[in-house]
Nanobody, 116 residues
Framework: QVQLVESGGGLVQAGGSLRLSCAASGSVLNPTRMGWYRQAPGSQRELVAVIISGDSTNYADSVKGRFTVSRDNAKNTVYLQMNSLKPEDTGVYYC??????????WGQGTQVTVSS
């Protein structure tokens, strides 16, 4: 069974930076989508950034120009570099690896809190 282990969350002041990592334990066959979602209190989970097969990327409008998603295939790891953080970026961040219809894995989530 594949597990996704996230790290890098924490408390940061507005304007600061954090880098999230998500490492997959075990072999993951060619995910077509690797990315990050977040959920703020009282809100639905939303897409933050995703790498689509072929290395194209897609970002939520609210994070464009501030966040960068990347991956290291050799390490089965996906990253999210978050710069110029805002209080509205606060939430639990989840990574996701998917290759429909074969698998759809989620991490356990890591808390990001941005203070004003």
């Amino acid at each position: 069974q594949v597990q996704l282990v996230e790290s890098g969350g924490g408390l940061v002041q507005a304007g600061g930076s954090l880098r999230l990592s998500c490492a997959a334990s075990g072999s993951v066959l060619n995910p077509t989508r690797m990315g990050w979602y977040r959920q703020a209190p009282g809100s639905q989970r939303e897409l933050v950034a995703v790498i689509i097969s072929g290395d194209s990327t897609n970002y939520a409008d609210s994070v464009k120009g501030r966040f960068t998603v990347s991956r290291d295939n050799a390490k089965n790891t996906v990253y999210l570099q978050m710069n110029s953080l805002k209080p509205e970026d606060t939430g639990v961040y989840y990574c996701r690896l998917r290759r429909a219809p074969y698998y759809d894995y989620w991490g356990q989530g890591t808390q990001v809190t941005v203070s004003s």
